[in-house]
Each structure stands twice: as structure tokens, then as C-alpha cells.
């Protein structure tokens, strides 16, 4: 079939294209987008609007909330004998394309704080960058209270030896009075 004489082709999500010289490949294909690839439409439908002297240009159409529209979209068809032959297989065709909030989407993206369970949020609030700057600076405060309290204390530590009986500092030996409550007769 000459390309530029499709005036429309249907494409469905879950279905895959027909192939002669390459691999099938899904006809629809989500390649991101602000919205994310979670809500791929059912159907498909692209409308050949004219012949730029190089390709077809395409405007493609589907049943999507308010929130979502097309991207940045690409139809490709496999050439009939080689890749850039103006005749194409009939049925080889695939939509690769981006899903995008719109302006109603992205407010109800601020406005709820989340969009969905799929939605990936590609772009981060001014926000956050100072929360992970107050984060690490508590880290380091409690770091250094945890060197101050455990590592840096001078004290003798009391260990078990190999033989199962008491071995132990002498605290007289260190010439420091004994710590509160200390019994010199149950040494």
C-alpha cells in the first residue's frame, strides 16, 4: 500500500503489528510523558492530513480523560522491501507517543498531591530539594552526638576474659574516684 494514500489506520492497544522483513512490534508503544504510561488508550485512530515532500504528517485521536492529551507523536510502518520504500505493509503500522498532562491535569496534580497510582511525576517541586537539605543536616548533628557520646568517652570499659571469671580495670589503679553507687566490697 503507498503511504501517502492511507488516510487512516486504527491501531489497538495489546495487539501487535503485522511483519514481513522485521520483528512484529506492539501497535501502540507509550514512550512516557508527563502523565506517564499508565493510562495507554484502548483504540487509536490516526488521520493522514497531508504529504510534507517527505512523510506523512498525522494527526491521531483517542478517548481520554480531560487530564491527558498526545505528546510528541510518531507513526511508523515497516517499507514493503526496504526500510524506506513509499510502499508499506498494510497492517504494519505503530504509534509511538508521549501522554501528557494538560493544564487540567497538572492542577489536579498540585491540587491532590498525587494523580494516581500509575502517574510518575517527572519533575520535582522547588521544595523538596530544601527538605533534603534540612535532612542531612539532622543526620549529621545526630552522627556527631553518637561520635561525642560513645566514641570519644575516655573511660575504661570493662571486657570478660577467655577463663569465664571477672577481668576488669581496677579503678583504684586509675587514680580516679569509683563511679556513684560503687561498693568496694563486691569487687
Known amino acids: ?101 494538560t493544564e487540567e491535569g497538572e492542577r489536579k496534580v498540585k491540587n491532590s498531591g498525587s494523580f494516581g497510582s500509575g502517574y510518575y511525576q517527572s519533575r520535582k517541586e522547588p521544595s523538596d530539594s530544601g527538605a533534603g537539605v534540612i535532612v542531612i543536616i539532622v543526620l549529621l548533628i545526630l552522627a556527631f552526638g553518637v561520635y561525642k557520646l560513645f566514641l570519644s568517652n575516655q573511660q575504661p570499659q570493662q571486657s570478660f576474659g577467655d577463663s569465664g571469671g571477672f577481668t576488669g580495670t581496677s579503678w583504684q589503679s586509675q587514680q580516679a574516684p569509683p563511679p556513684p553507687g560503687f561498693k568496694s566490697s563486691f569487687t
Open 1 to 101: 500500500v503507498l503511504l501517502r494514500e492511507v488516510q487512516a489506520i486504527t491501531l489497538h492497544r495489546g495487539q501487535y503489528t503485522t511483519a514481513r522483513r522485521t520483528a512484529a512490534v506492539p501497535q501502540l508503544q507509550c514512550t512516557g510523558g508527563t502523565a506517564g504510561c499508565s493510562r495507554v488508550p484502548e483504540v487509536v485512530q490516526c488521520h493522514n492530513k497531508g504529504w510534507d515532500g517527505y512523510d506523512v504528517q498525522w494527526q491521531c485521536k483517542a478517548d481520554l480523560e480531560n487530564t491527558y492529551r498526545f505528546g510528541q507523536i510518531e507513526v511508523s510502518c515497516e517499507g514493503y522491501d526496504y526500510p524506506d520504500d513509499p510502499y508499506v505493509l498494510r497492517g504494519s503500522c505503530s504509534l509511538l507517543f508521549r501522554l501528557e498532562l
